[in-house]
């Protein structure tokens, strides 16, 4: 059984040698590089997107 996401957890991630923060929260995702405040957010509703179709999910 999966444990539901109720707080944000953060981790960090190195991309192309770049260091970012993510950010997995109940609202969606959100990514920021390593001490910057700005970043890049998707609600889950985004991150579903299309996705959300039968055909596109690969399954």
Do not use: C, H
Not at 10 to 38: C, F, Q, S
């Amino acid at each position: 059984m999966a444990t539901r996401l109720e707080k944000t957890i953060k981790r960090e991630l190195e991309l192309d040698g770049n260091l970012y923060t993510v950010a997995i929260g109940p609202e969606g995702i959100k990514m920021t590089p390593k001490g910057g405040r700005k970043g890049t957010e998707l609600t889950w509703r985004q991150v579903l997107g299309s996705a959300a179709a039968p055909e596109s999910a690969g399954f």
